[in-house]
DNA sequence: AACGCGTGGCC
DNA sequence: TGGCCAAGCGT
């Protein structure tokens, strides 16, 4: 492998992303601070595609921090819809309040205050700051650590763990201009989410491939077993199934009719809109327990509302 | 510092 | 088919 200069794979990788980079709504003319800080909450461990339509609808029924902020938490849960981790959206419509009250109703223009609203951790806050206002920040990604971890440090995959030795790396390689920065940003992640992806890489198409450590080494096996993600049977699956009930729900719905197996359930037929959802829910064969502790789980995390009425998204 | 947290497409 | 994976965050 032939060294490359930094400058020169600034140069390539760029290159290679005003060519090739995907055309996504949150990168056009019409992009403003906050449909930039909506995409990175929706982006958040979801694909680009699930995000697509759901982000359109968003931001015309609330084109501003202010417009979220005014409705209940609820109609933001409701408007999430299948894109997973509601709690993201329980965190967006809270951040949408912050932004109100603490900051004249505009989404902040730096990574430190950005970090200070609910659901922005380092990387939406570098995010944020960089693509909605051109800040340079050392923004890291699930790509950006891919595509460093082969090009330049020669691994198949990054640490289980994101590293303060990752984060050093990224800051060495950032471009010194800010406008630069920000390209060079986009670009790699770009690069990891097309070309240097996780499983089958399309090294051909890479405009780094000459320079890539991991592929001058042989492309070796990763040092690690990723760890599965566990699905059937947990909790999770559970809080999922009752969140798709509540959602769909146009009125309350019973504790009962939620922890009870249809069996024995032995109650007047539940709203309409409820049937589908509730018969995905028990399909589960969750005991009664398992039941109760997800929805109690729910309440307790604020994504449902119990009342004498019966369970709902809050208000 | 591991772990829990949704969902669906892909090979 | 089912495990793997996707622009992470909070605890």
Known sequence: ???????????????????????????????????VMVSEFMLQQTPVVRVLPVFAAWLDRWPGPADLAAVPAGDALRHWGRLGYPRRALRLHAAAGAIVEHHGGRVP??????????GVGTYTA????????????????????RVHARLVGGDALPAPALTAAEMRRAASLLPADD?????WNAAVMELGALICTARAPKCSQCPVLDACAWVAAGRPEPHYVPRGQAWAGTDRQVRGAIMGV???????????VLVTNPVD??????????????????????????????LDGLVADGLASEAPAGISLPS
């Open 246 to 256: 509540l959602r769909d729900a146009a009125a309350p719905v019973i504790r009962e």
């Open 126 to 145: 570098a995010a944020v700051a960089a693509f909605a206002y051109g800040k340079r920040e050392t923004v890291v990604d699930t790509n950006i650590r």
């Open 179 to 183: 406008a630069e920065s920000v390209q």
């Open 109 to 118: 223009n730096t990574a430190a205050e950005l970090l200070t609203l609910p």
């Open 265 to 294: 359930l032995a109650l007047g037929s539940p709203p309409e809109t409820v049937v589908t959802p509730l018969l995905k829910l028990h399909r589960l064969n969750a005991s009664r327990e398992q039941l109760e502790r997800s």
């Open 1 to 35: 492998m032939i060294p490359v200069p930094t400058a020169q794979l600034h140069r390539r990788v760029i290159g290679w992303f005003d060519a090739e980079a995907r055309d996504l709504p949150w990168r056009g003319p019409s992009r403003t601070p906050w449909a």
